[in-house]
């Protein structure tokens, strides 16, 4: 397994990227699995979900130095067993994607760039957030407004969530990296920055 990106934050979080190279053989080797994630594992058909579900563990043991003791919230959203970070996870073709956090909110979301999303662009983005975004690039906004709405879904965990209504991007340029500014737009409003990188394997939104 080769890490792709590592950043430690100021407020003592932690995100990091990798990329799956090993067999399964190879990273069932480096945990130690509950009988409780064996299950879990057992219980994908494909292997390159097996694949995610177990580099996801690794990394988590790299950054922690030690296994991770991952349960689920009835949404389905992650926490830590065993540590006082909060916890979030993404993957896309190859790729893992980790937060730690010690705030309120984590979240990051992983995606592939593709055209795919250019198709229901009109469900997670609001006609004036469309105003912003470059004739020539649609594709590449498309995919990064993505990934930040995803992030921001699995930090306040809302599951009647309108990506397009309670999700708001604010305008940015898009580099290879640097921060957007987003909106929670429920009862109670809140911005915030979030961090992103952008090159040709991968989009990564995140906030810790």
């Known amino acids: 397994m080769a890490r792709i990106l590592r950043t430690d934050t100021n407020n003592g979080g932690l995100v990091a990227v990798w990329q799956i190279d090993e067999s399964l053989d190879q990273l ?12 879990k594992l057992n219980a994908y058909k494909l292997e390159t979900r097996k694949k995610e579900f177990l580099a996801t563990r690794c990394l988590l043991k790299e950054l922690l130095g030690v296994d991770g003791v ?31 956090s010690c705030s309120e909110f984590a979240g990051v979301d992983i995606e592939y760039p593709s055209e795919r999303v250019a198709r229901v ?4 983005v609001s006609p004036q ?52 500014r987003a909106s929670f737009e429920f009862e109670d409003c809140r911005t915030m920055d979030f961090d992103y990188v952008a090159n040709m394997d991968f989009y990564l939104v995140y906030h810790v």
């Not at 080797?29 to 409780?36: A, F, T």
């Not at 916890?87 to 190859?94: A, D, P, Q, V, Y």
């Open 121 to 124: 662009y009109q469900r997670f």
């Open 28 to 39: 069932t080797g480096q945990l130690n699995l509950r009988e409780e994630d064996l299950q």
């Open 70 to 100: 991952i349960d689920y919230l009835d949404s389905g959203k992650p926490i830590l067993k065993n540590s006082n970070y909060k916890i979030s996870i993404s993957h896309t073709k190859g790729y893992v994607a980790v937060v730690l």
């Open 129 to 180: 957030e469309e105003l912003f975004i470059p004739e020539d690039k649609k594709v590449a906004y498309y995919t990064m407004m993505w990934c930040l709405k995803e992030s921001m879904y699995k930090m306040y965990d809302r599951q009647n969530s309108i990506f397009n209504i309670n999700f708001i991007c604010h305008p940015f340029q898009l580099q290879k990296q640097g921060k957007i």
